[in-house]
C-alpha cells in the first residue's frame, strides 16, 4: 500500500488567538505550531499501521512555505517515510486541494488520507476537494478503516449509530476521531527523521478562489448572575431591561 | 484519571534560540510525561515505590544515555537535547529525573568515558535500553560532602581485587543491575569499579520513610569481602577527579531538571489563581499574588537562560565545573523558593496530592543537598573567585 497523507500545520491548542493587519491575518507572534492532531492522531497513525501490517510506504505532504518544515519533521519522526511539501503558502482549500493533487494525480497512492478538518480553519473541504478533482471516492468522517487487499471497509460515525462502507482503493478519506491512538515519537525515530528525504516541490499554476477579508473574535462570554430562587420578579426584570429578550 | 494541562512559560521567546530538532525532543518527552508520568506518579509518590515500568519508555525517548554515541545504544544527541530532557522529566518528578541523571551521567558517563571497549560494550547497551539499572557509589555514612576522606577500598588478590566497605544515600542502589562504586586502593588512590548484583558479599539495604524524592529507591551499597574481577576496574581515569566529572554532568542535567520542577509549579500557581475566588474576585487579582507569580517568572527567565547558556558552553566542550556549580545552585534554590511561594497559593488545596506542589518542594529538598549541598557549591564559587579555600 502506497499512501499519502496530507498534514497541516496549526497553532496550538492553548495559543492566544490575535489578528494583525487590519484583522486579515493571523498574529502568529509567539504562537507555537503542531501538527494538526486529526491528520497526525488519526490519519498518520492509521496509515502506519496498515504499513506496518501489509508493507508499503507512507509519503507526507504539505502545502506551505520553509516555515512548515519542523512539523513535517515531526510526521517523519513518528515514522512517516518520506515528505513532500510544495512550496507555496495556499489561501484557500480549493489552492491545497489543487497542488495536492496536482502532485500526487500519477503517483499512484492507492489512497490519500486526511483529517476531518484542521483544529484553525475548520473548513472539512480539502479531502474531498482533492477526491472531485482526482475522481476517487470520497469517505468522510471515517473513524475506523480496515484493508483486505484492496478493498476497505469503513466505519463512518453518524447521528445516532454508525454508518459501515466499502470500498475499493484508491479513495480519498477523512478521519474522526477513533481511527487510531496517537503516538508519541521515539529517539530513534527523531534521529531517523533528519536524514528521511523531504522533496520541496514548486507549486503549479493555481489561483486562490476566495479572500479571507476579516477576522473577528467571538463576543467576549458575559458574567453569570444568580438569582435567588425565590426572587422570581428580578429575573423577569433583568430579561425585560438588562437582556432585552423578553 | 488526572488531566496534565501543564503550559510551559517561556518569558524571553527562549524557544527561538533552540534548534527545531531540540524543540522535538523537548516536546516528545513533554507528551510522555503527560501521558505516562502525570497520571501515575503520585501514587507511586505517596506508595514510595519506583514506576520501574516507565524505563523502557525513558529508554526509547533517549533518557538513558542521550549524550552517549549511538554505536554503544546512547542517542548521541548535544548537551542541550539532554537537558531538554533531563527538563521535562523533572517536570513530571524529580524521581524519574533522578533515575535518568544516574545512569547517564553517573553510571553510563564514567562507563563510557573511563572504561575500555569491552566494558563499554559490555554495560553500555544494556544501560541505555534499561534492560539494566545502574547506581552510583561515591557517598558513605561518614564522608557525604568530603567524600575524598572515603574509607572503602579494595586490595589486590593477584586475580581479583578485594572491596569492603559501605556507600550510603544510594539513588537505586536496591534496584540496581550493576553499580560504579568509587574505592580507594591499598595506595590511598580513589577508582572506579564496576560491581555486579549477585557478587558475593554485595547487599544493596533500602532507605526507608523518606519524606523526600518518595517516587525513587535509595539505599546502601554493602561490601563484605566482594571478589571483583579485576576486568571491572575503570583504568582510564583515578582520582577524586573522576567521579567528580560525572558528577559535573550530572549537575549539568539537574540545572535544567530543576527548571521543569519550578514551571511546574508556576504554571499550576498561575491556573489556580485565576480561577480561586477569594473576596469575590480571583486570588490573581492581589497584589501579594501578583508579587509572587511575577517573581516566579522572572527566576525562571533567568535560570533558563543560565541554562540554555550552560548547555552551549557544554557543546564547545567550554563549561568548567565552577560554572556547572553556579547554575545547580542557583536553579535548584529558584526551584524550591517557587515550590515554596506556589504552595501557599495554592492554600490548603497545596499541601494534597491534587497538586503536584507539594511533591515537588519535598524532592527538592534532596535536589539541593544531593550533588553538592547548596552551600558546598557557593564554596566552590567562592574559592573560584577569591582564590582562597573555605572549605577547612
Ligand atoms: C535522596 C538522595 C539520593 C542520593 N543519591 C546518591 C547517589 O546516588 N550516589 C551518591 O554517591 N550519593 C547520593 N546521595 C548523597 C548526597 O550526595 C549527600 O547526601 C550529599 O553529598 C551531602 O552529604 P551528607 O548527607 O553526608 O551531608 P554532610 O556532608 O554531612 O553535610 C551536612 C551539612 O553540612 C554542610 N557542610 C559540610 N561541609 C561543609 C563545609 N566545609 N563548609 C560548610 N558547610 C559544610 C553541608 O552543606 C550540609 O548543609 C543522595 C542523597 C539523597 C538525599
Not at chain 1, 40 to 61: D, F, M, P, S
Request: with cysteine.
Amino acid at each position: 500500500m502506497n499512501i499519502l497523507v496530507c498534514i497541516s500545520k496549526v497553532p496550538d491548542t492553548t495559543a492566544k488567538i490575535a489578528f494583525t493587519d487590519g484583522d486579515t491575518k493571523f498574529d502568529t507572534n509567539g504562537v507555537q505550531f503542531i501538527v494538526n492532531p486529526y491528520d497526525e492522531w488519526y490519519a498518520l497513525v492509521r496509515a502506519l499501521e496498515i504499513k506496518e501490517a501489509a508493507g508499503g510506504k507512507v509519503t507526507v505532504i504539505n502545502v506551505g512555505t520553509a516555515d512548515n518544515d519542523p512539523t513535517i519533521r515531526k510526521a517523519l519522526a513518528i515514522g512517516a517515510d518520506d515528505a513532500v511539501r510544495i512550496n507555496m503558502d495556499p489561501k484557500d482549500a480549493m489552492t491545497t486541494a489543487k497542488q495536492i493533487t496536482d502532485y500526487a494525480k500519477d503517483k499512484g497512492f492507492d489512497m490519500i488520507l486526511c483529517g476531518k478538518e484542521t483544529i484553525d480553519y475548520n473548513g472539512s473541504q480539502v479531502a474531498g476537494m482533492i477526491a472531485a478533482l482526482l475522481e476517487q471516492p470520497y469517505i468522510s468522517y471515517a473513524s475506523k478503516l480496515d484493508m483486505n487487499g484492496n478493498s476497505a471497509t469503513i466505519e463512518r460515525d453518524i447521528q445516532g449509530g454508525k454508518e459501515v462502507i466499502e470500498v475499493q482503493a484508491p479513495f480519498v478519506l477523512s478521519a474522526a476521531k477513533g481511527m487510531a491512538e496517537a503516538r508519541i515519537p521515539n529517539m530513534r525515530g527523531i534521529m531517523a527523521a533528519r536524514t528521511k528525504p523531504l522533496e520541496v516541490v514548486e507549486p503549479s499554476e493555481s489561483a486562490d478562489a476566495t479572500e479571507i477579508v476579516k477576522f473577528e473574535l467571538p463576543a467576549a462570554k458575559g458574567d453569570c448572575k444568580y438569582i435567588d430562587a425565590e426572587n422570581a420578579g428580578e429575573l423577569l426584570e433583568l430579561l425585560r431591561n438588562e437582556a432585552k429578550v423578553l | 484519571m488526572k488531566t496534565d494541562n501543564f503550559q510551559s512559560p517561556d518569558y524571553y521567546n527562549i524557544d527561538d534560540l533552540l534548534s527545531d530538532e531540540h524543540k522535538l525532543i523537548r516536546n516528545t518527552v513533554r507528551d510522555w510525561v503527560k501521558k505516562e508520568v502525570t497520571p501515575i506518579i503520585e501514587d507511586y509518590a505517596q506508595k514510595a515505590e519506583y514506576p520501574q515500568e516507565l524505563n523502557k519508555g525513558i529508554a526509547e525517548l533517549g533518557g538513558f544515555g542521550p549524550y552517549i554515541p549511538e554505536e554503544y545504544g546512547g542517542a548521541g544527541l548535544d548537551q542541550i537535547s539532554y537537558g531538554l530532557i533531563m527538563q521535562e522529566l523533572e517536570r513530571g518528578d524529580s524521581g524519574i529525573r533522578s533515575a535518568a541523571s544516574v545512569q547517564s551521567s553517573l553510571v553510563m558517563f564514567p562507563i563510557y568515558q573511563y572504561g575500555n571497549e569491552e566494558q563499554r560494550k559490555k554495560y553500555l547497551p544494556k544501560l541505555a535500553s534499561g534492560e539494566f539499572v545502574g547506581s552510583f557509589g561515591l557517598t558513605e555514612p561518614d564522608h557525604g560532602s568530603n567524600p575524598s576522606g572515603m574509607i572503602t577500598n579494595f586490595k589486590d588478590q593477584g586475580d581479583h581485587y578485594l572491596l569492603n566497605g559501605a556507600k550510603m544515600w544510594i539513588t537505586n542502589a536496591p534496584i540496581c543491575d550493576v553499580a560504579v562504586v568509587w574505592a580507594k586502593n591499598e595506595e590511598g588512590r580513589i577508582h572506579g569499579l564496576v560491581v555486579e548484583r549477585g557478587m558475593e558479599g554485595f547487599t544493596t539495604p533500602e532507605t526507608h520513610g523518606k519524606w523526600s524524592l518518595r517516587a525513587s529507591r535509595t539505599g546502601e551499597l554493602v561490601f563484605d569481602n566482594v571478589k571483583v574481577p579485576k576486568e571491572n576496574l575503570l583504568e582510564g581515569k583515578s582520582g577524586l577527579g573522576a567521579p567528580l566529572s560525572c558528577l559535573d554532568s550530572a549537575r549539568y542535567g539537574i540545572a535544567w531538571g530543576a527548571i521543569g520542577a519550578a514551571m511546574d509549579c508556576y504554571d499550576s500557581a498561575l491556573r489556580y489563581s485565576k480561577e480561586r475566588i477569594q473576596f469575590e474576585q480571583p486570588i490573581a487579582s492581589f497584589q501579594l499574588v501578583q508579587k509572587k507569580l511575577a517573581e516566579m517568572i522572572t527566576e525562571i527567565t533567568k535560570a533558563q537562560l543560565l541554562a540554555l547558556r550552560l548547555g552551549q558552553l557544554k557543546n564547545e566542550g567550554k563549561a568548567t565545573s565552577q560554572q556547572i556549580s553556579m547554575a545547580k545552585r542557583n536553579n535548584v534554590k529558584m526551584a524550591l523558593d517557587i515550590a515554596r511561594e506556589a504552595r501557599q497559593i495554592h492554600g490548603g488545596m497545596g499541601i494534597t496530592g491534587e497538586y503536584s506542589i507539594m511533591r515537588h518542594m519535598m524532592n527538592l529538598e534532596s535536589v539541593i543537598t544531593y550533588e553538592g549541598t547548596h552551600d558546598i557549591h557557593l564554596l566552590i564559587t567562592g574559592l573560584d573567585v577569591t582564590g582562597i579555600n573555605a572549605f577547612k
